[in-house]
């Protein structure tokens, strides 16, 4: 028997499809917005705050000015340095188990994540990720210079041809209509998950629709 994919690529978004954070963003965020006076989410309304840019979620879910989210921006950050990056998240199952067949199928792999790329890079050395990988692409630390999501594909992209691999036909795997977003701003095809936060319209878009790491390996991996 012989696997093949039909992809030559596979780029990872990581909050909601990877890892779930989901303790630690809310034990952070809840720090930040007492702070500057703005009420805590629930663990319900996270999905409002996992997935896209935090300076532009600040903005966007609590009012702040550009000027003031920069601010709230690096309080959270600090609190997640001072915390450990990886504190509190987990693997989804089955997840590290299908990047080490994709691997040993000959595909290349890259994280293509909005989160900041120093944060992205503790994730993967804490989980063991990196052998799986031949990028590790996320957000510049500012989230404004290297932000959105297309641009962090095309990154991504960029990245992977630059260390040899074949980005003829990529596929993003995501678990928020910013995944969607984005890959179609770079032509590339996005395979959604229902495992993260996000609300069920945002699937809309995306070339297929997961529910669990099982369905997800039949997309990627085919046996003959």
């Known amino acids: 028997?012989?696997?093949?994919?039909?992809?030559?690529?596979?780029?990872?978004?990581?909050?909601?499809?990877?890892?779930?954070?989901?303790?630690?963003?809310?034990?952070?965020?809840?720090i930040a917005l007492e702070h500057f006076g703005k009420p805590a989410p629930t663990r319900e309304e996270?999905?409002?705050?996992?997935?896209?840019?935090?300076?532009?979620?600040?903005?966007?879910?609590?009012?702040?000015?550009?000027?003031?989210s920069s601010e709230a921006v690096s309080y959270y950050r600090a609190i997640g340095?001072?915390?450990?990056?990886?504190?509190?998240?987990?693997?989804y199952p089955g997840i590290a188990d299908l990047m080490a067949e994709l691997a040993s199928a000959g595909l290349s792999q890259a994280t293509a994540s909005s989160k900041p790329e120093?944060?992205?890079a503790a994730l993967?050395?804490?989980?063991?990720?990196?052998?799986?990988?031949q990028a590790v692409v996320g957000a510049t630390a500012d989230e404004k210079t290297l932000a959105s999501k297309s641009d962090i594909v095309a990154?991504?992209?960029?990245?992977?041809?630059?260390?040899?691999?074949?980005?003829?036909r990529p596929v993003l795997i995501g678990d928020r209509h910013h995944d969607v977003d984005g890959g179609a701003a770079q032509g590339v095809p996005v395979i959604?998950?229902?495992?993260?936060?996000?609300w069920p319209h945002e699937s809309e878009g995306a070339t297929a629709v997961v529910d669990d790491v099982d369905e997800l390996r039949a997309l990627l991996l085919i046996e003959e």
């Open 1 to 30: 028997m012989t696997v093949r994919s039909p992809w030559t690529c596979i780029l990872w978004d990581v909050d909601g499809t990877v890892v779930d954070a989901s303790d630690g963003i809310l034990r952070r965020l809840t």
């Open 124 to 133: 993967v050395e804490y989980f063991d990720l990196s052998p799986y990988l």
């Open 192 to 198: 959604f998950v229902r495992w993260g936060f996000s």
């Open 46 to 68: 996270l999905v409002h705050w996992i997935g896209p840019p935090m300076f532009e979620s600040f903005q966007k879910n609590v009012g702040m000015t550009p000027e003031e």
């Open 81 to 91: 340095k001072a915390d450990g990056y990886t504190t509190g998240a987990k693997l």
């Open 155 to 168: 990154e991504a992209l960029r990245r992977l041809r630059a260390a040899g691999a074949d980005t003829s």
């Open 118 to 120: 120093n944060q992205v």
